[in-house]
């Protein structure tokens, strides 16, 4: 099975600013995907991110929020932009290998 | 579009009990259904998959069945101990190709 690390783990951050999460896998995976889960809530799919095309993302999700890069194979990015403490979750990268889907750990962020 | 519901939110049964974790979805058009468990704070750990040709799958003291026609599934976990204390969630992948997910039974075992 894939091995997913994320960076960072947690996060405390102030309104107004922006943080970028790092996610890597040990294979090349075609589909990265990101989830947010708010507090006590379950996981919400924010987006779909394919090496070398845009992020397809879902409904009540956009670009200019959350910007994802996808530069290869292994690796992808989300940033969250101008944040509130309304973005205060978990945030989740996984990857699909064989119709069975892998989580990595997590980013704490709590913004201020 | 497909709902997830699990039942019971939370759960708290004593060591060496056998724990059953409910999972129903309304849409019988899925994929495969997986079980998950995640620690407070912490990713998801992948638990059992079961494809939507497939009735049950085990591993170890865990045995998950499907009813896909029914549209549930259930997790046994037999003779439970402190560390099954956790959040169990199931998904469904279905033909949209996205997993959705259930809302999670909150399990505690006490010694």
């Known amino acids: 099975s894939a091995v997913i690390s994320q960076k960072p783990s947690r996060d405390i951050c102030q309104r107004g600013t922006s943080l970028t999460i790092q996610c890597q896998v040990d294979?090349?995976?075609?589909?990265m995907f990101w989830y947010r889960q708010q507090p006590g809530q379950s996981l919400t799919l924010i987006a779909t991110a394919n090496q070398g095309s845009e992020a397809t993302y879902e409904s009540g999700f956009v670009i200019d929020k959350f910007p994802i890069s996808r530069p290869n194979l292994t690796f992808s990015t989300l940033t969250v932009s101008n944040m509130s403490p309304e973005d205060s979750s978990i945030y989740l990268c996984?990857?699909?290998?064989?119709?069975?889907?892998?989580f990595g750990p997590g980013t704490r962020l709590t913004v201020l | 579009k497909q709902e997830v519901t699990q039942i019971p939110a939370a759960l708290s049964v004593p060591e060496g009990e056998n724990l059953v974790l409910n999972c129903s979805f309304t849409?019988?058009?899925?994929?495969?259904l997986q079980w998950f468990r995640q620690d407070p704070g912490k990713g998801l750990t992948s638990l059992l998959l079961i494809q939507s040709s497939q009735r049950e799958q085990t591993s170890g003291r865990l045995n998950a069945s499907l009813d896909k026609s029914s549209g549930r599934s259930t997790l046994y976990i037999a003779a439970s101990q402190p560390g099954d204390s956790a959040t169990y969630l199931c998904a469904v992948l279905g033909s949209w190709g996205k997993l959705q997910f259930g809302s999670g039974t909150q399990v505690v075992v006490t010694p």
């Open positions: 294979s090349q995976v075609t589909m």
């Open positions: 996984s990857v699909e290998e064989g119709n069975e889907q892998f």
């Open positions: 849409d019988s058009a899925i994929y495969n």
